[in-house]
């Protein structure tokens, strides 16, 4: 749970936007790969990056099959979905 909390800290801390993209990330890869908590908290930072998983490279979208793969009847994996959807679902509005 450390890690949760650099990434928020860094956030909220952060002098400029590339201290704050550094510390973020340092939070994530903090965290041992492949791990439930790794992914979920990977792809709720890039859930601020990008807009939707259209947007994910080839490795992210790996990525991604393997954390619903690993833990997808997790409350972890059941939010990113949400995200995504709720993301999708925005960007498909008319303006």
């Known amino acids: 749970m450390q890690a949760y909390e650099r990434y928020v800290f860094a956030q909220l801390r952060a002098t400029n936007e590339e201290e704050k993209a550094q510390e973020m990330k340092a939070a994530i890869d903090s965290i041992t790969k ?3 908590y790794h992914m979920h908290l990977f792809f709720l930072d890039l859930a601020k990056r990008k807009k939707n998983q259209d947007m994910f490279t080839e490795e992210e979208s790996v990525l991604f099959e393997k954390f619903k793969e690993q833990h997808g009847s997790t409350p ?3 939010e990113i979905e949400v995200i ?12």
């Not at 995504?84 to 303006?95: H, K, T, V």
């Open 76 to 78: 972890e994996f059941n």
């Open 84 to 95: 995504y959807n709720l993301i999708n679902q925005a960007e498909a509005l008319p303006n």
């Open 34 to 36: 492949g791990t439930l």
